[in-house]
């Protein structure tokens, strides 16, 4: 059931002649005022995102080319943090904010661009761990955020300088200052996350989730005063992987409370098309854990949990509309597969255009 379902009420409580909320089926979104503040170009006063790596920061790019800096916060998953030579690592953050700064590597979504390889290349000469591929400019931000972090400064702290320095205006964060570590389930034991995507390609079987750390974590202060803010007006939850990049910023302690007692309707943007991810292990791990492999089971993962108003469905995937009618959400088909710059924009208009129908 969708969040506003539960808060408004099950279709047999209303009223006759009350249309439930969502789409399907021919109904309409709701559209009962929430009080919610917009400037004059109907777009709200701010957007929370909460993003993953590659997908996510794609369409964290095309909100920042729609909305104004002072109204978009993008908030990061750093489950996937890690320590590496030494460095502190931080895998979805950086690939935030190499592409809302407009250097990263257009090909990998990762990285920057035009990279250069000679510090790995000495490293395997010297016999050293080179499984992670630290280029030559991305491992300057990794040194400089390593050093920042020794002399005291938070990774909020830091992330707001490198962002600075790169020329990021939105507020990039991440979810929090305290280190959360995921740990993937194989039947060999827990792997580090970066062990099992990177080092092990993803091919060990995959039976379950841990995100270390995460009792004693709290969201950051960016994130948390976005949440609590009453010009909030949107909550995106961008394509990313919803079990690993996701699910560790939804668990931070209060923060599944306040989204659902948030005032702005929450979208999500599907990270699963046609069966498949288009980036990353998504869909192999909802095939290990036995669970079916499309759209429809993504929004369950938020529908169930009350942190979902509408869901944005791949054109190719428009067959499944119908059977989103069950979770009562608002269902918006469109293009989600964002290889342009034009294409990351407009796909942020229509989240944008559908937060505001159900605002």
Request: proline share 6%; aromatic share 4%; glycine share 10%.
């Amino acid at each position: 059931m969708s969040r506003r379902a539960r808060r408004d009420g099950a279709p047999g409580d209303q009223p006759p002649g009350d249309q439930p909320p969502g789409r399907g089926g021919g109904a309409s979104p709701s559209r009962a005022s929430s009080g919610l503040a917009s400037r004059e170009d109907g777009w709200p006063d701010l957007c929370l995102a909460l993003s993953g790596g590659v997908g996510g920061a794609k369409l964290a790019l095309g909100l920042s080319r729609v909305l104004a800096a002072d109204r978009l916060v993008v908030v990061a998953n750093t489950g996937d943090d890690f320590e590496h030579l030494g460095l502190h690592v931080a895998p979805d953050l950086d690939t935030v904010m190499y592409n809302l700064a407009g250097l990263a590597n257009p090909t990998t979504g990762w990285g920057r661009e035009s990279e250069t390889w000679s510090f790995l290349g000495a490293l395997e000469e010297l016999g050293g761990e080179t499984w992670f591929r630290l280029g030559d400019r991305d491992l300057a931000v990794h040194v400089e955020r390593t050093r920042r972090l020794r002399e005291g400064a938070t990774l909020s702290q830091v992330t707001a300088e490198l962002c600075a320095r790169l020329g990021v205006a939105p507020r990039v964060a991440p979810m929090s200052d305290q280190a959360v570590r995921t740990m993937v389930g194989t039947p060999d034991g827990e792997l580090a996350f970066q062990h099992y995507f990177v080092r092990d390609r993803c091919e060990p079987e995959v039976t379950g989730f841990r995100f270390a750390g995460i009792e004693s974590a709290r969201p950051s202060p960016v994130f948390a005063h976005a949440l609590g803010d009453p010009a909030l007006g949107a909550i995106v939850i961008c394509p990313s992987n919803p079990f690993v990049s996701v699910d560790p910023i939804l668990a931070l302690t209060g923060v599944e409370d306040a989204l659902r007692a948030a005032a702005a309707p929450i979208v999500a943007v599907s990270p699963i098309i046609v069966g498949a991810a288009l980036k990353g292990p998504a869909a192999k791990m909802m095939r290990e854990l036995r669970l079916p492999v499309t759209a429809v089971e993504v929004a369950r993962h938020y529908a169930d949990r009350g942190l979902l108003d509408g869901f944005v469905l791949d054109r190719q995937d428009e067959a499944l509309a119908a059977d989103l009618e069950a979770l009562q959400v608002a269902v918006l088909v469109a293009d989600t597969v964002m290889v342009t710059l034009d294409h990351r924009e407009r796909l942020a208009r229509e989240v944008l255009a559908l937060a505001r129908e159900l605002s």
